[in-house]
């Protein structure tokens, strides 16, 4: 009975054993491990709240685009959210908080901000942006087999941007592609006027009556991406936030002590614009479609 209870032993270690010494098996390694939870950091508090990821992704389509805009455009929003969160988390994983609630990476409303700013219409309104987070549930984008950074802004200038013209990497699919239908827009056009003084003081320029503008190089759309004040250079960027302008894009005139800014577009143009979703979702367009259109030769997976 003894040498029975040996033998079988013998029989079920020692596969065990040459298994675990002489067979090497790949580490399971789970790439997004906070896929669950996402630490989100209040930028005016410094406070950093860990949120359950679809609920943030529920504050972020609610944040980020009018829940009046077409179901489809919120949904191609959503998996557009989901995609860019998760892209930060994996650059993220060794500091405190993985995104800011603002602009800065996407803006992110609490349940309490959406029952302030919409009132007696949140039901109405939290049901639509649940329903497209529920109709995509844990999709998201990617590239090459890798999470793609799926930026997105408001209103294009007619086409998007390729991403290296304004940011530093040139990503594959983040090229400029038509967005005919931003001109539906509210801020496709804006005008701006400032005083002379005003206009100098904003730039951190000494003052000068006469005004000289040099445009020294734009991108392929027309956004100024370096220009000269009065022989100083700057970036069109670094112009367009010190004087709030909504865009890169833009006219400007002197009249006398004013001068006026006229500007195109609302963001930096890379990605998605979110008045151009609208428009395809209005025209019969689906949010998988809207997303390759905005995201060249991306493809969607599930979590």
Do not use: C
Not at 80 to 103: G, I, P
Not at 261 to 268: E, L, N, S, V, W
């Amino acid at each position: 009975m003894k040498k029975l209870i040996l033998v079988t032993l013998l029989v079920i270690i020692i596969p065990f054993l040459f298994v675990n010494i002489f067979v090497k098996t790949d580490e399971i390694k789970f790439k997004y491990i906070t896929n669950n939870i996402i630490r989100v950091k209040d930028e005016k508090t410094g406070v950093i709240n860990e949120v359950p990821f679809e609920e943030y992704i529920k504050g972020v389509v609610a944040g980020e685009m009018p829940a009046t805009f077409e179901l489809e455009a919120l949904k191609a929003q959503a998996v557009a959210s989901r995609s860019y969160a998760m892209y930060q988390m994996t650059a993220t994983k060794d500091k405190e908080y993985d995104v800011l609630n603002t602009t800065a990476n996407q803006v992110y409303l609490t349940d309490q901000e959406l029952k302030e700013n919409w009132k007696d219409e949140y039901d109405e309104k939290i049901n639509k942006i649940k329903t497209a987070i529920a109709e995509t549930s844990g999709e998201y984008l990617t590239y090459n087999g890798e999470v793609a950074n799926a930026m997105f802004f408001s209103t294009s200038v007619g086409a998007t941007e390729n991403s290296e013209e304004v940011f530093v990497s040139a990503l594959p699919y983040l090229r400029s592609v038509d967005s005919k239908w931003d001109e539906a827009s509210p801020v496709f056009t804006d005008t701006y006027t400032f005083t002379l003084e005003d206009f100098y003081k904003k730039l951190n320029l000494p003052f000068n009556q006469t005004l000289k503008v040099e445009i020294i190089s734009k991108t392929s759309t027309g956004r100024t991406k370096n220009l000269k004040i009065n022989n100083e250079e700057m970036q069109g960027r670094d112009f367009a936030s010190k004087l709030s302008l909504r865009s890169n894009y833009f006219d400007i005139v002197q009249n006398e002590n004013n001068i006026t800014i006229t500007t195109k577009g609302f963001g930096h143009g890379v990605g998605m614009s979110q008045y151009g979703a609208n428009g395809m979702a209005k025209e019969g367009y689906k949010y998988n479609e809207i997303l390759k259109h905005y995201y060249q030769n991306t493809e969607i997976k599930k979590k």
